[in-house]
């Protein structure tokens, strides 16, 4: 399980609030960047806990657009890395199975039209109840085949106006302050010698401890 605690200077947040900027967090994979915002939190306080639990759920949307909202049209399944699952000819989810490849990287075998992948991870905020939400959606339709995903413990967090949960950000501008969105801070759990960040968010930047 992996933790983050995020502390917002007072001053900082009061405006945030009064502005509605809602607290986000978005993952990602080897492969692209962050393309789906996980949650969109309006209610946060001076120090916020994030739990990331390492379970998984696959899922695939038939359609996605910029700034869209996503609609899976089946139930995500289960899956841990090192399993495959299919995507039938009539849409369907199989149970998983475990893979012959990459143990670390989960695998999607589809036969039915192209589609865009994605994966739910656990997470909970401020010890409230447990929830899967979207932590990664391919930017690009994968064809009739395999296709293979590495999910990163890697996560950005930023403030942002008229963000939604599950809000597709195909054209992300990370760096770019203004337009109802504040910088995003980067977490690499890879790069760090802890299951546990510490970030602040302090005159409208971000110190990492």
Known sequence: MKEIIIKIN????VELLTNQYRLCMAGRDRDYEYHVIGFAEVDYYEQNLIHLE?????FYCVNIKDRGILFPPMTPRAISPGQQIEISK???L???TQSQEAKDEIHIINNY???????????SLNNGTSQYIPTFIAPYAALVGRYSIKMLECVQIWFEQKAESGMV???NTRQ???AGKTLAVEINFSELQTQQAIVTYHNKNWIKK
């Open 176 to 178: 770019i302050v203004g």
């Open 113 to 123: 039209i192209s589609v865009y992948p994605g994966i739910k991870r656990s997470f």
């Open 10 to 13: 007072e001053q900082d947040r």
């Open 54 to 58: 390492d379970l998984y759920q696959v």
């Open 90 to 92: 009539m849409g369907e």
């Open 94 to 96: 199989s149970s998983p």
């Open 169 to 171: 950000i195909l054209n």
